[in-house]
């Protein structure tokens, strides 16, 4: 639970002393409290079960606030073995953290119970003795639902300031043994936090089984033909052969984070790939490091496939497809390239941390199509890899823009990969230091290192680009006709973002072009370089080395506009920046020999240039996200005209809003979007100040954008109009509130669970594979 930073301070001492009164006065009565197992082999008639009747419950109204490093006391009840683990008062997210915390990654830093004490967690389920009145009163999750059916939310449409819900609030966390204290004073607070309580059917299902000790039953081994499948791939993983080595670990360091799937079998199970000191056939002992290119400390490692034990949940759900297509495509890309690999790379921190040292010895083809061929995911891993909030880290981007990629069909590939073996001294990225204590030094060193790459960048295009080599569309890969991938939008939601493929919402101020190398270092930084536990500058400094790498995959998509227009867009994108950014931004050797062989013909050569990829692009631009897929047009009509507005209405909507068109013919569902306006993106503190709100607009998208909505709408199709028409007429905050009671699902409403399940539902069937639980921990009180 967070709250109040005014409560804190305060409360501290007098918690302490009360721990340990309500400690004696518990083992007075329940004798000592000590982990105990809940696993049993059946249950007794009449015992709820957990897998059938809690776990539903826990999804829908507790994992969708407690599901992520985000989570208040890091309590993650996505799972049974994360309820089990407990909580605690220590946060992940420390942005003033001057040593790197250590690791609590749930299912890795610790193998049972026990150890999770040992590391400071304390118990949720009540851990004395095993009788009905210890299981409630010892009972943290008990006492939170039993405080909140005790002391309803107020009668009121908006909560009173007392409820915190800035993601900076402080935190408190309640134990057993002081929550007498705790509900005392704040009898408000109980659970849900902020919203309203269970319907009394769940929470009759819940509290019976804490008073019932929580048991449950072992989960069902793995079926059969999941087992032949994972045999199939470990069998490919750990080939012998120290180019299947090298192959295998380049795979592992960029797919740990992703939830793989088997479509032979079906699409209702997820794994991961881990790093073991066993090999296939033996049970996998997990090798547990800071970061997945971090030393294993053993002289072979295997690559293993483990179930996903947690609910999925969309904020940071990556699937990945893993086929028979897909083994064929790697070998050819990888298994079957004539290339020797005279020896295995080092685990050392400076060389590991650096893909292109690590690597060399496979060919950049080969890792540029594995790559393209899942970009989405790829460029996923930093919106929703360890980062569940990430303001610090996002703000780096602007609300909305669209990627392209470098055809990899590119002439001279084969010497660009000698420069990138040339330079990777010059490629270091600051994953390759734990703590970093003096993160101005750092960024002085990174700040030459770049300009060193861009000065050998700018001459090797100049030495290697002539006009034979004229940039041209055809310099932006197609998708090679057939792969979706080839476009992505990325639209950011303050403090977390969105993935799509294709050129969604409108048309963005900025754009990138990324090549391979981009492409590499933005993973190496900010997906398996980056350390959610890491101290205050690694996080700095991991911040200000992705402007480098923003202004890159900027400056190579300016590069096919005319000279004049270079200009003027890096004008605009950096309205207020300082000088040495705009002349850092520039390639002259690169601008001499490059003016595009693209023909434009109006002033406004982005607004064409777009429209020409759009129109080399339309075999792989998906549909699903068009308001074209809209089938009653009076409705798409209407919609539309939410994209005219700019401004002050805007900006009072939230970043993510969910609506339910109630329409004749079935409900229609789509999402506004925020896209807040910036003079620039160079400010790692002062973002606020270089908002533009003058020109914030917002884009209606078919659909579900986003995992964490801020609100819910529900609009009948005959009163669309009026809701679009009160939305451009936002002037105030109380022109907002007046919306929203016309509207909106506040989170106050005593329907709330019945109203939002059914977006809940929706979403959950619009895309079964790739979607995961929402997350209700920034919806509005506004």
């Known amino acids: 639970m967070n709250f109040p930073r ?77 309820i089990e683990r407990g909580a605690t008062g220590v946060r992940v997210y420390n942005a003033m953290r001057l040593k790197a915390a250590p690791p609590t990654r749930l299912f890795e830093d610790a193998r049972s119970v026990a150890e999770w004490r040992e590391k400071g967690f304390y118990p949720i389920l009540n851990e004395y003795a095993d009788i009905p009145e210890a299981n409630r009163e010892a009972g943290v999750m008990y006492r939170s639902l039993q405080l909140k059916a005790q002391n309803p939310l107020p009668n009121e449409a908006r909560l009173p300031d007392s409820f915190d819900l800035s993601l900076r609030r402080s935190q408190f966390c309640p134990k057993a043994e002081n929550y007498d204290q705790f509900a005392a004073k704040h ?59 090298l192959v295998s670990r380049y795979i592992y360091e960029h797919l740990y984070l992703a939830n793989l799937y088997f479509p032979e079998a079906d699409d209702s199970k997820f794994f991961t790939l881990v790093r073991s000191a066993t090999p296939p056939g033996d049970p ?104 569940c909030r990430g303001q610090v880290a996002l703000n780096v981007i602007n609300d909305n823009f669209w990627v392209f990629f470098v055809n990899p069909a590119m002439p001279r590939v084969a010497l660009y990969e000698e420069f990138l073996v040339d330079q990777g001294k010059n490629l270091v990225l600051p994953a390759s230091s734990v703590d970093i204590y003096l993160p101005a030094a750092h960024w002085r060193q990174y700040k030459k290192q770049q300009k060193t790459l861009l000065a050998a960048k700018n001459q090797f295009i100049a030495a290697n680009i002539t006009s034979s080599d004229a940039i041209d569309l055809g310099l932006v890969w197609d998708g090679d006709g057939i792969n979706e991938n080839a476009s ?48 205050v500058g690694h996080q700095l400094v991991t911040r200000l080395y992705m402007d480098f790498l923003r202004m890159e995959g900027e400056e190579n998509f300016l590069l096919m506009l005319p000279a004049s227009a270079r200009t003027r867009e890096r004008n605009l994108w950096y309205l207020g920046a300082e000088d040495e ?29 777009f429209g020409m990829l759009a129109e080399r692009l339309k075999k792989v631009l998906p549909t699903v996200h068009e308001l074209s897929t809209i089938k009653q047009s009076e409705i798409r009509t209407k919609l ?26 079935g409900d229609q569902y789509v999402t506004i979007v925020n896209n807040r306006a910036h003079s620039n993106m160079t400010s790692m503190f002062k973002e606020q100040k270089n908002r533009l709100p003058e020109n914030d607009t917002l884009s209606v998208i078919p659909g579900f954008i986003g995992a964490y909505p801020n609100a819910f709408y529900v609009v009948d199709e005959n009163a669309l109009e009026s809701f679009i028409d009160m939305i451009g007429s936002l002037d105030s905050e109380a022109d907002y509130g ?29 895309g079964p594979l790739t979607a995961g639980l929402l997350d209700y921990s920034r919806l509005e009180n506004r």
Not at 216 to 239: Q, V
Not at 309 to 333: C, F, G, I, N
Not at 586 to 609: C, F, H, R, W
């Open 581 to 609: 950014v705009k002349t850092y931004l520039t390639l002259p050797g690169m601008e001499e020999v490059s003016e595009p062989a693209i023909n434009y013909y109006t002033d406004n050569e982005k607004q064409e240039l």
């Open 738 to 766: 007046r919306l929203v009671d016309s509207y909106g699902i506040r989170r106050t409403d005593p329907e709330f669970w019945r109203k939002s399940d059914s977006f809940h539902m929706a979403y959950l069937q619009s």
């Open 187 to 245: 009898p408000q607070w109980g659970m849900p936090y902020a919203l309203p309580g269970l319907p009394p059917a769940e929470q009759n299902i819940l509290m019976r089984w804490m008073e019932q000790g929580a048991p449950y039953t072992a989960r069902a081994p793995l079926a059969p033909r999941y087992l032949k499948l994972i045999e199939r791939w470990e069998d490919f993983f750990n080939g012998d052969s120290m180019k299947q080595q």
């Open 6 to 82: 005014k409560y804190r301070l305060a409360a501290i001492v007098f918690v302490s002393g009360c721990t340990a009164i309500g400690t004696m006065q518990l083992e007075q009565r329940y004798g000592t409290a000590e982990p105990r197992e809940r696993v049993v082999e059946a249950l007794p008639p009449g015992t709820v079960d957990y897998w059938s009747e809690v776990k539903p419950v826990l999804e829908q109204r507790c994992v969708v606030c407690h599901g992520c490093y985000d989570a208040p006391c890091q309590l993650k009840m996505s799972s049974i073995e994360g």
């Open 488 to 535: 992505l939008t990325i639209l950011r939601h303050f403090d977390s973002a969105t993935v799509e493929k294709g050129l969604l919402g409108q048309v963005p101020k900025t754009a990138w072009l990324i090549d391979y190398s981009l492409l590499e270092r933005i993973h190496y930084l900010l997906v398996a370089g980056y350390d959610p536990y890491g101290n």
């Open 284 to 387: 996998v002992q997990l090798i547990t490091t800071r970061r997945p290119y971090s030393d294993p400390g053993v002289d072979r490692v295997y690559y293993r496939f483990r179930e996903v034990l947690a609910t999925v949940v969309a904020k940071t759900h990556m699937p990945y497809r893993l086929d028979e297509s897909r083994m064929q495509r790697w070998r050819s890309l990888f298994v079957d390239e004539p290339f020797e690999v005279k020896q295995m790379s080092s685990y050392e921190d400076g060389q590991a941390s650096n893909p292109f040292r690590t690597f060399a010895a496979l060919p950049v083809k080969s890792r540029y199509a594995f790559l393209l061929d899942e970009a989405q995911y790829t460029i996923m891993g930093f919106i929703k890899g360890a980062v």
């Open 640 to 665: 539309a005209r939410i994209h005219l507005l700019k401004g002050t209405p805007a900006t009072l909507m939230p970043e993510v809003a969910f609506i339910r068109i109630e329409a004749s013919s």
